[in-house]
């Protein structure tokens, strides 16, 4: 079972990056070619039933296996990056940080309006930066798909922040 496998793998990192954080190290999980396949397969099955024009991948784990979803569904991958990261003309939304606040943005152009969009990010925490990925999807008219995540902190309650522009969440391991 997938969930078992990543559990095996994934690394808790304590104190990182400041005290009292315990940090989820996906990175072992790329040493092992046969498991990257299989959290694809694990993503796919669960897709199965969800229309999906595009597919948003969040800076910058969530390129990895967001951009390998979406070659294996045969839809577009976006990238939504950092404030200043993208070439051409953005949108952009900020969001609220612990401290302070962040801009994210995306290609203006990444896709036409009414495409469902699903975003795919490694990690759920708090749901800060997914739901700004969100609001930015639906500024150029993106419809949300839906969402997928290695992993779940269930915990820091992020899911609350996300249901409101979509119930199809998928995660592949929770904590």
């Known amino acids: 079972m997938i969930d078992a496998k990543l559990r095996s793998i994934i690394r ?5 990056p400041k005290p009292g954080i315990v940090f989820k ?3 072992p999980i790329f040493q092992d070619p046969e498991l990257c396949t299989e959290i694809i397969d694990a993503f796919q099955e669960r897709l199965k039933n969800i229309e999906i024009d595009v597919i948003a991948g969040i800076e910058s784990r969530g390129f990895l296996f967001g951009l390998l979803l979406a070659n294996r569904l045969k839809v577009p991958f976006v990238p939504v990056r ?3 990261k993208l070439p051409h003309k953005t949108v952009q939304q900020e969001y609220d940080l612990e401290y302070g606040s962040a801009i994210i943005e995306m290609h203006e152009d990444a896709f036409l309006p ?4 699903l975003v795919h ?8 930066t997914v739901e700004a990925t969100s609001k930015l999807i639906e500024k150029i008219g993106g419809i949300i798909a839906g969402y997928t995540f290695l992993v779940s902190l269930d915990f820091l309650n992020g899911k609350e922040k ?6 199809n969440i ?3 391991i929770h904590y």
Request: aromatic fraction near 6%; glycine fraction near 12%; charge should be negative.
């Open 12 to 16: 808790d990192i304590p104190d990182f």
């Open 25 to 27: 190290d996906i990175i």
């Open 82 to 84: 950092k404030l200043g």
């Open 114 to 117: 009414g495409k469902r969009v």
């Open 121 to 128: 990010d490694d990690l759920l925490a708090t749901g800060g």
């Open 162 to 167: 996300v249901i409101p522009f979509s119930s």
């Open 170 to 172: 998928i995660s592949l």
